[in-house]
Nanobody, 116 residues
Framework: QVQLVESGGGVVQPGGSLTLSCAGS??????MGWYRQIPGKERELVAS????????VYADSVKGRFTISRDYARNTVDLQMNDLQPEDTAVYYC???????????WGQGTQVTVSS
């Protein structure tokens, strides 16, 4: 049974930093990443990293501020978020796609609030 367990959300002031972590179990994943969602809007990709040469994809809004990294031995993916702004406030979800089948899995979500 695949499980994705997130940690690291919280409240931070504008310009601050947070690191989100996601630990996967029960499967081998081709890609892992982070999405975010605010009420009334669709869930959007923040960043992802695939096992194909560690290829990364970032939303334009976070390029230069967020960095995604992956530890294949521990089956974890981290999102280092710097220079956070109020518009980054959202629930952040860990996402993983299983190797070969590309079946998609989601974590339970962690709240990030950027406020002064």
């Amino acid at each position: 049974q695949v499980q994705l367990v997130e940690s690291g959300g919280g409240v931070v002031q504008p310009g601050g930093s947070l690191t989100l972590s996601c630990a996967g179990s029960g499967g081998i994943f081709w890609s892992m990443g982070w999405y975010r969602q605010i009420p009334g809007k669709e869930r959007e990709l923040v960043a992802s990293i695939s096992s194909s040469h560690d290829t990364t994809v970032y939303a334009d809004s976070v390029k230069g501020r967020f960095t995604i990294s992956r530890d294949y031995a521990r089956n974890t993916v981290d999102l280092q978020m710097n220079d956070l702004q109020p518009e980054d406030t959202a629930v952040y979800y860990c996402n993983a796609r299983r190797i070969k089948t590309l079946q998609e899995y989601w974590g339970q979500g962690t709240q990030v609030t950027v406020s002064s």
